[in-house]
């Protein structure tokens, strides 16, 4: 099925990351940065939507400033490129001693109260070396968005199935419940704008986002603890540091809009952390008010 040479492109570049993820770390690092600064020259049209999130949420940065972020925006991105496929070709291990985890006891100690536990995730750049490292201390289910593409899909599936328990489509909210209520960790980023059907607008960088009120619903729902969780590349690249903070009290609270803006509250303070490594190539102010000029 995947000989057709239409695949061939994917098949070639499968190759090349097998290749890549052998090498030594720093060159690993290397080879990503190499592909984002390529990304950045050629990819006019995700260039023009990280410049316009980067404009609007950092106004405050000269010219200098701004290109120096939004290169380095596309080098992180490059970068988890090659992390992706060290945690989908078998080669985890080989950063696992790379890595710093802080707060993991609050998630093993809510874990034991029998209750799900919704990993309030960010999606950052190291989002699937991530995953790959979490797998080693916790059973995570995990949510991913299915690839146009039928050969990236069966790779992505297939690899990530080897990590973690369930991979979960996006849209498939009712086996997040299910495995919610059946006690399971599920990992659920709420940063992304997901339309305006169950969001409600609320400040994200100041800026007026379309933002997700599922992480009210699924704890109101399932009963489930709700841990904000957020990961690193630190050192050059060289180390990751992934980090949960104690589980929210008083959530789901009085209203979406007052969840909704702590939630925003809690991703901007993991961005602002390094907010090169945050995933700006999302439309994250895609749908506006009614009456408001598109951003992009």
């Known amino acids: ?12 570049g499968y190759g090349c990351l097998w290749i890549v993820v052998r090498l030594p770390h720093a060159w690993r690092i290397r080879v990503g940065n190499g592909l984002g600064l390529l990304g950045y020259r050629i990819a006019g049209s995700r260039r023009h939507i990280v410049e316009a999130n980067l404009r609007s949420c950092f106004p405050s940065l000269d010219d200098s400033e701004f290109e120096k972020l939004a290169k380095a925006v596309f080098k992180s991105g490059g970068v988890s490129i090659i992390e992706t496929a060290i945690s989908w070709l078998g ?3 080989s950063v696992l001693s790379r890595c710093t985890f802080d707060g993991l006891d609050h998630l093993k100690q809510a874990h ?8 309030l995730g960010v999606h950052m750049s190291t989002l699937d070396i991530a995953g790959a490292l979490m797998a080693s201390e916790a059973q995570v289910d995990v949510m991913y968005r299915a690839n146009k593409n039928p050969l990236i899909e069966f790779l992505m599936t297939s690899r990530r199935g080897r990590l973690f328990p369930h991979t979960i489509e996006r849209g498939d909210i009712r086996a997040v419940i299910k495995n919610l209520k059946a006690g399971h960790i599920v990992w659920y980023g709420p940063d992304q704008d997901y339309g305006a059907r169950n969001s409600v607008f609320v400040p994200f960088f100041g800026i007026e986002a379309a933002t997700t009120t599922a992480p009210s619903r699924l704890a109101k729902i399932t009963g489930a603890s709700v841990i904000p969780f957020a990961h690193y590349r630190e050192n050059g690249g060289a180390t990751y540091r992934i980090e949960m903070l104690p589980p929210l009290e008083d959530f789901p609270g009085a209203s979406f809009e007052a969840d909704a803006i702590r939630v ?5 303070r993991a961005i602002r952390k390094y907010p090169e490594q945050y995933w700006w190539f999302h439309r994250r102010f895609k749908t506006r008010p009614e009456g408001e000029a598109s951003f992009y």
């Open 1 to 12: 099925m995947f000989l057709h040479p239409r695949y061939w492109a994917v098949w070639m």
């Open 91 to 93: 080669q985890r291990d």
């Open 112 to 119: 034991k109260k029998g209750r799900g536990v919704i990993l």
């Open 264 to 268: 925003n509250e809690l991703t901007e």
